[in-house]
């Protein structure tokens, strides 16, 4: 196995399980923030637990480096996947994750605007009673599908980026760009050159759920680096926000830990007093509020979202990555030589998931790549070679990563605003095939209902 272990430095079950709180979790994991009495090694992080399927018999939840490093098939060579021995805590491979950061992302987006990942030693006994704790504040659907795995002897501490004094905003920012027409189709290149997919998207779920919220949020706006367009993406994002009642996952507002609502009027109350709008006379309606408050939450994270090298970054890597679009990639495996699968397979159809040894050959491609002048690289990405066809399906896995990844915007007392990117774990190859197939019928909706309907979209970063 090509994943090293660190010596964690801290173990959790130092702590009592009712100095950790709930704060949210994924298909895989669940994430609890460190509430507790000041703490060297706590103070300031959240704890990222593993979870396990519900139904009996349990089983674990993989992620696709999971499974690339065979840490699926140790798994299930025990008697019923866990082992309950006294065994050193070491001898549990930390979670891939944080190798992913140390040896992948933080090559590609500098360490200051990433979390800190570490491995922390976990107990079973404590496991159990945060367990029962956090059940009382997961969501019942979360809850009949899966729960804490309590056999882990590891876990990963982070950043905090939302919890203690103070106010954060996490911005799901989406896809930075519009696609090299090169491999467009005659169907599909005036559409995908002139609209982007988050737009033609929101357009699908509108068409599917017409009484939904439709944000008129646009990626290429946030991304573009100019002042009036980002705010105006701003005022997008507030919108659907303040319209779908806080349920979009694009805008998230949290105010001394607490994920708010537009409807959380003792919240929201705190946020125009943190923004220092005291003089003003403080609203006491909910619809005063919010429009006391917009201006001046825009006003602050502005500066942030002009002066930092993160959007910029996130744009580049995004397009660099995916030079190709999903139908470029598509046409280059179904029209393989040499095919490991039949050439009517969806793309990515029976490709291995990418080990972590793998990943660093690739970034070091990449890497390499990105120091060729831009007209070889355009001529190259135009007329892609097959004996290159696993480097772009990576390369698209990784694109994928930065068009669903999210930032988060700190506002600390006494500190400077801060900005972080997260959820950058790895794709699974599995899902090339789906994302053809809905590339397929995003593109289609908005060229059968939408494509006059909606203005172009403008990609500002290009060239």
Not at 290 to 309: H, Q
Not at 362 to 382: D, I, S, T, V
Not at 432 to 452: P, Y
Request: glycine share 6%; proline share 8%; charged share 30%.
């Amino acid at each position: 196995m090509s994943l090293p272990n660190q010596v964690p430095k801290a173990d959790v079950s130092t702590t009592h399980p009712h100095d950790w709180s709930y704060v949210s979790e994924g298909g895989a994991t669940i994430v609890f923030s460190y509430s507790g009495p000041p703490s060297k090694e706590f103070s300031g992080t959240v704890l990222r637990l593993r979870k396990i399927v519900a139904e009996p018999p349990p089983k674990e939840i993989y992620k696709p480096l999971d499974i690339a490093e065979g840490i699926d098939q140790a798994s299930s060579e025990e008697d019923d996947g866990y082992d309950t021995s006294s065994s050193e805590d070491e001898d549990e491979p930390d979670d891939p994750t944080i190798a992913f950061q140390s040896r992948i992302t933080s090559k590609l987006i500098s360490p200051e605007y990433l979390p800190r990942l570490e491995p922390a030693k976990l107990k079973r006994h404590f496991l159990e009673k945060l367990s029962k704790r956090g059940d009382k504040k997961r969501p019942q659907s979360r809850k009949d599908v899966d729960r804490i795995d309590t056999h882990k002897k590891k876990g990963v501490i982070a950043t905090d980026l939302i919890g203690g004094s103070g106010w954060a905003v996490e911005i799901k920012p989406k896809w930075a760009f519009l696609p090299n027409p090169a491999h467009l189709s005659d169907t599909t290149k005036a559409t995908k050159a002139s609209h982007c997919r988050f737009c033609m998207h929101t357009h699908e779920r509108s068409i599917k759920a017409p009484s939904k919220f439709e944000t008129q949020y646009c990626p290429l706006d946030l991304f573009s680096g100019n002042q009036e367009r980002i705010r105006k993406a701003l005022r997008d994002l507030w919108d659907a926000w303040v319209g779908s009642n806080g349920s979009i996952n694009n805008l998230k507002i949290f105010v001394h830990g607490s994920n708010i609502a537009p409807n959380d009027i003792p919240h929201l109350q705190t946020l125009y007093d943190d923004l220092k709008l005291l003089d003003e006379g403080r609203p006491t309606s909910e619809s005063g509020l919010l429009n006391a408050i917009f201006p001046a939450f825009a006003d602050a994270l502005l500066p942030v979202l002009l002066d930092t090298p993160v959007l910029k970054t996130l744009a580049k890597l995004q397009r660099t990555l995916d030079p190709l679009d999903i139908e470029g990639l598509s046409k280059l495996w179904k029209t393989d030589p040499n095919p490991q699968t039949p050439s009517s397979a969806a793309v990515g159809v029976g490709s291995r998931e990418v080990k972590l040894d793998e990943w660093e050959t690739f970034l070091n491609e990449y890497l390499e790549e990105m120091q060729k002048p831009k007209e070889e690289l355009e001529r190259e990405w135009a007329n892609p070679p097959h004996a290159r066809l696993r480097y772009y399906l990576t390369a698209y896995l990784m694109s994928a990563t930065f068009k669903d990844c999210s930032v988060i915007l700190r506002f600390a007392p006494g500190e400077r605003p801060t900005i972080t990117a997260i959820d950058l774990d790895p794709k699974s190859v599995d899902r090339l095939a789906k994302w053809e197939k809905m590339d397929n019928e995003i593109v289609g909706c908005f060229v059968e209902s939408g494509d006059k309907a909606k203005p172009a979209c403008v990609d500002a970063r290009v060239g």
